[in-house]
């Protein structure tokens, strides 16, 4: 799950990441509005949430989102600030913001809210990802498959939370790289097989369907 | 406590009274002008008439009856007060006086050698007299008791003072009463400032008041909008104190959050470290505030005063150790030889944030220049850091008070330059900031003024 996160503020930036490497998120952090403006406009970035300081050097982050939704832009964007006014909030939340959350917060409530906004945004009327006899619980990041829960890892859930979003559609090493790591992270050549690797050995070889030469599909589980 | 009512009524009573005393002493003054006037014109007139009597020589004076002569004449109903009569004729010989009278028994008048008007004592009284010759030799002269002419003032000084003397004290005490109706609208005005919330600064309603009060209202609510603007400014201070501390506190908060996630114990000491280094920012921010929350309050004028260069030197060696592990040089060359006003700790605080500043813009390698000299009735500090300088339009606005430079990364707390400006304003000295003309870094530039005759000490 690829998450842009806009931050000035150098020790909460570096904290999120963290705290959002954790949640199996690819993070990539830029620390001004014009470099987000940057970072949105770069189609192969294919971010799939925004999480968006609103007091920013260059261009805040209101005028960042009035962007963003002008283009037409449905991508979800959690608002971040230490703006707690009505009218602020209320400003927020009309021009666009998906969510809104004032500092300080607690890490736990915003990776819930961004959890929340990706369920929205795929349309999904709980945490959880079915498909077959495998349910991926987007909060507690395990699988259940009959009785048995198994528990994933950060890679392993981001790669089966992307194959489970639809179903049957193939995603090649490079979309799915993408989805994993951030720009700053080294992504070594047979990092993908690995991760892929885990997940049959974990639910069977059947989950994950290699199609040679295109990428890779969840399987027809029953 | 003064009392206007008090002291008005004072001074309405002390006016009444003098005045109540001049027209006393003005109305029996003028009581005897006029009886003597009189008296005088009647003693005149007794002694024309005479004038014209023959006397018998032979006849004695003092045998006469007076009704004979004088059938109608008498100074008043009281025959004690008769006009006393004498006549002589060329040889002293008395050939008239008037019979005895009580204020001069069994006697007649003396003769005296002097004309006209003049004032006697004869036995213990005194005497107005009036000595004439007739045409025809003969001496008269008419005498009156002082007593009686005493008497008669007094009746005319009477009837004049009586009614000023009703009168006044009426008058004080209608003045003291209408001092007091008066005042009382002052009373409704401290009672509209009475009725007041405590910290109430709403301005005093300026109509219905006396025109003599209204400059007083004025003032207070002069002093009331000046009163306004330092609680709107204090407020301001307490919200964005209480805003600044939201984002070190929301990092403290994730960095607490994220402490048991991470792999292995080196990132886990990388997280513990980032805690540490939060912490350590909510300290600084929170003296930051304390400074700066000093720097606005008010004070007096600064007499004491420092010697800068050592000052400079104190604080460069406290950063020394912040500046080696950043791996930066700092070259300081104070030559002002100059006392500046304002204690050490002062002027710690001033550079220490400027110095502060340099170091974090400086990379690594990189030297810092603090240079001060004498500059006419000034000193110059420059402090000169190789950093990136500052985009033109934020030369001004960083010294707004939780203004973030774009460059700052959030590292500052948004209130050292503007503590920093507050302080050098209160020696009456002024900071700026300048890019240096290659952009190789900024320039920051204290003017402090030279305290008494310092710039004459030798030089160290």
């Given at each position: 799950m690829r998450l842009l996160l806009v931050e000035d503020d150098r020790m909460i930036a570096e904290g999120l990441v963290k705290g959002l490497r954790d949640e199996a998120f690819a993070v990539d952090w830029v620390r001004d509005g014009a470099a987000a403006m940057a970072a949105l406009q770069d189609r192969r970035a294919g971010f799939s949430v925004v999480v968006l300081d609103w007091n920013l050097p260059r261009r805040d982050g209101l005028s960042v989102l009035q962007a963003v939704r002008a283009s037409g832009s449905t991508l979800p964007i959690l608002m971040v600030t230490a703006r707690d006014g009505l009218t602020d909030r209320v400003k927020g939340l009309d021009n666009g913001a998906d969510d809104y959350l004032v500092k300080p917060f607690e890490l736990a409530e915003l990776k819930a809210r961004v959890r929340n906004l990706l369920r929205r945004a795929q349309g999904r009327p709980t945490s959880e990802l079915i498909h077959g006899n495998l349910v991926l619980d987007t909060v507690t990041h395990t699988v259940r498959?009959?009785?048995?829960?198994?528990l994933l890892s950060a890679r392993e859930f981001s790669l089966l939370h992307a194959l489970l979003e639809r179903p049957g559609a193939i995603l090649s090493r490079g979309r799915l790289e993408e989805r994993l790591y951030g720009w700053d992270e080294s992504v070594q050549s047979n990092a993908i097989e690995f991760v892929i690797h885990s997940l049959r050995k974990k639910f069977g070889a059947e989950v994950i369907e290699n199609v040679r030469g295109v990428g890779w599909r969840i399987g027809p589980l029953t | 406590m003064k009392s206007l009512r008090g002291a008005l009524t004072l001074w309405v009573w002390v006016t009444i009274g003098a005045v109540g005393a001049v027209s006393a002493v003005v109305a029996i003054w003028q009581a005897q002008l006029e009886t003597q006037g009189q008296l005088d014109y009647q003693m005149q007139q007794v002694a024309q008439i005479v004038a014209g009597q023959t006397f018998t020589p032979g006849e004695q004076a003092a045998e006469l009856s007076d009704a004979k002569i004088f059938p109608s004449i008498h100074v008043h109903h009281d025959r004690d007060d008769d006009l006393i009569v004498s006549v002589r004729n060329p040889d002293g010989r008395l050939v008239y006086a008037s019979r005895t009278n009580r204020h001069l028994p069994g006697q007649s008048l003396p003769d005296f050698e002097q004309m006209g008007f003049q004032t006697r004592r004869i036995g213990h009284q005194s005497f107005r007299v009036f000595a004439a010759r007739s045409a025809s030799g003969l001496r008269i002269q008419v005498a009156q008791s002082m007593d009686v002419i005493r008497e008669a003032e007094g009746g005319i000084a009477a009837a004049t003072l009586v009614p000023i003397g009703l009168l006044l004290p009426s008058l004080a005490l209608v003045l003291g009463w209408a001092i007091r109706r008066q005042l009382r609208s002052l009373g409704a005005t401290t009672a509209v400032i009475a009725s007041r919330p405590p910290l109430s600064v709403e301005l005093l309603p300026a109509d219905g008041v006396p025109l003599e009060v209204s400059p007083l209202i004025e003032e207070?609510?002069?002093?009331?909008?000046?009163?306004?603007?330092?609680?709107?400014?204090?407020?301001?201070?307490?919200?964005?104190?209480?805003?600044?501390?939201?984002?070190?506190?929301?990092?403290?908060q994730i960095q607490a959050e994220i402490l048991d996630g991470g792999d292995g114990p080196e990132e886990r000491a990388a997280r513990l470290a980032q805690l540490r280094a939060g912490i350590k920012r909510i300290i600084r921010l929170s003296e930051q505030l304390l400074s700066h929350a000093r720097s606005q309050s008010e004070i007096g004028p600064i007499t004491v005063t420092s010697e800068l260069d050592s000052a400079l030197a104190e604080i460069v060696a406290y950063y020394a150790s912040t500046a080696q592990s950043k791996g930066v040089e700092v070259v300081l060359e104070a030559q002002s030889a100059a006392r500046v006003y304002g204690n050490t700790r002062r002027l710690t605080l001033i550079f220490g944030n400027l110095l502060d500043n340099a170091l974090r813009f400086t990379p690594g390698g990189g030297r810092i220049r603090i240079r001060s000299f004498l500059a006419g009735e000034s000193v110059r500090v420059e402090l000169w850091d190789p950093g990136c300088g500052l985009p033109p339009e934020e030369l001004e606005r960083v010294f707004e008070r939780f203004y973030q430079a774009s460059e700052n990364e959030g590292s500052g707390s948004g209130l050292g330059l503007a503590t920093v400006q507050a302080l050098v304003g209160q020696l009456g000295g002024e900071v700026h900031l300048e890019n240096r003309l290659d952009r190789s870094g900024l320039v920051a530039i204290v003017t402090l003024p030279v305290a008494g005759c310092a710039r004459f000490l030798p030089r160290p």
């Open positions: 498959r009959g009785d048995c829960t198994t | 207070i609510n002069r002093l009331l909008r000046r009163l306004t603007t330092a609680m709107d400014r204090e407020k301001r201070f307490v919200t964005d104190a209480a805003h600044s501390l939201r984002t070190p506190l929301t990092a403290l």
